[in-house]
């Protein structure tokens, strides 16, 4: 069973920085990728950043900059894997406050970003920037 957990979230002033965890469990090894997405009150889910197995990230189209998205050392018992997964929020405006959400790649799932399809969600983490 896949299990997905995100933690770090909070309330912050602008022009603070948060760093959000995620821990992730139960998939395949052959898992490639990760992701952090977020949704904001009244708007659609955007996808901020994935990370691949061998390091390679990509970013949402002007996420790049602010965001930053790393991954632990994968660990593997009979054959699933287990994840840390990060994010790191610098210079955080109003417009950040939102609902974050780690996801794990899922075969044939149907919400697509850098290059990998996403299906395993967490219950994300609310995070609110004050002006």
């Known amino acids: 069973q896949v299990e997905v957990v995100e933690s770090g979230g909070g309330a912050v002033p602008a022009g603070g920085s948060l760093k959000l965890s995620c821990e992730a469990s139960?998939?395949?090894?052959?898992?490639?990728?990760m992701a952090w997405f977020r949704q904001a009150p009244g708007k659609e889910v955007e996808g901020i950043a994935t990370?691949?197995?061998?390091?390679?990230?990509?970013?949402?189209?002007?996420?790049?900059g602010r965001f930053t998205i790393s991954q632990g050392r994968a660990t593997v018992s009979q054959g699933i894997a287990k994840h840390n997964l990060y994010l790191q929020i610098d210079n955080m405006t109003p417009e950040d406050t939102a609902k974050y959400y780690c996801?794990?790649?899922?075969?044939?799932?149907?919400?697509?970003?850098?290059?990998?399809?996403?299906?395993?969600w967490g219950a994300g983490t609310q995070v609110t920037v004050s002006s």
């Open positions: 996801v794990v790649e899922r075969d044939f799932a149907p919400t697509y970003f850098g290059g990998c399809r996403f299906g395993y």
């Open positions: 139960g998939y395949p090894f052959s898992t490639n990728c």
């Open positions: 990370i691949r197995g061998d390091g390679r990230t990509t970013y949402g189209e002007n996420m790049e």
